[in-house]
């Protein structure tokens, strides 16, 4: 079944960036820096696109951020946010798209529940120590968990 969901992935994903570049020029997404009660980071690999992510996603239509990612971490990972968490930084992503915004927050150890669940869209979801990333952690994720275990400013681009 994972194997069957990569190939539809692998196949609609090049024409859902097209019709998203088409009919969304402005898009906007999330992410949640989850840490658990030993300070380790929750990351998702999803099941069409090689490499550990922080768990997030895009902003639906009529939905605000706080909104998406309360709805991206229960829908990913089981994770239900009980206390708004702590807005980190607004990021700019041109790689995906020409005008890709990404809202990061960190979501800490007591202001949420988690009911770890199956996703189609996750393959696996774990915590790992910061200095135990898997290989493949994306660059990206790698530099949001760097300025903030060092305390660096935010840069403008993701």
């Known amino acids: 079944m994972e194997q069957i969901i990569s190939v539809f992935w692998i196949v609609l994903r090049p024409l859902a960036r097209v019709y998203l570049r088409l009919a969304r020029?402005?898009?906007?997404?999330?992410?949640?820096?989850v840490r658990d009660e030993e300070g380790r980071v929750l990351l998702v690999r999803?099941?069409?696109?090689?490499g550990w992510y922080l768990p997030g996603g895009g902003v639906e239509r009529s939905e605000t951020v706080l909104t998406s990612l309360k709805r991206e971490l229960d829908e990913e990972v089981g994770v239900m946010v009980t206390t708004p968490p702590r807005f980190i930084a607004?990021?700019?992503?041109?790689?995906?798209?020409?005008?890709?915004?990404?809202?990061?927050?960190?979501?800490?150890?007591?202001?949420y529940d988690r009911v770890p669940r199956k996703s189609l869209e996750i393959a696996e979801a774990k915590f790992f120590a910061l200095d135990a990333l898997p290989d493949d952690?994306?660059?990206?994720?790698?530099?949001?968990?760097?300025?903030?275990?060092?305390?660096?400013?935010?840069?403008?681009l993701w």
Not at 25 to 33: A, C, E, S, W, Y
Not at 46 to 50: D, I, M, R
Not at 94 to 110: C, I, M, P, Q, T
Not at 137 to 156: C, F, K, M, Q, V
């Open 90 to 111: 607004l990021y700019a992503n041109f790689r995906e798209f020409k005008s890709d915004h990404v809202a990061l927050f960190l979501v800490e150890h007591g202001t």
């Open 46 to 50: 999803h099941s069409y696109t090689p």
């Open 25 to 33: 020029p402005l898009t906007m997404g999330v992410r949640g820096l």
């Open 137 to 156: 952690t994306t660059r990206g994720t790698r530099a949001r968990l760097r300025e903030i275990s060092e305390g660096l400013p935010a840069p403008d």
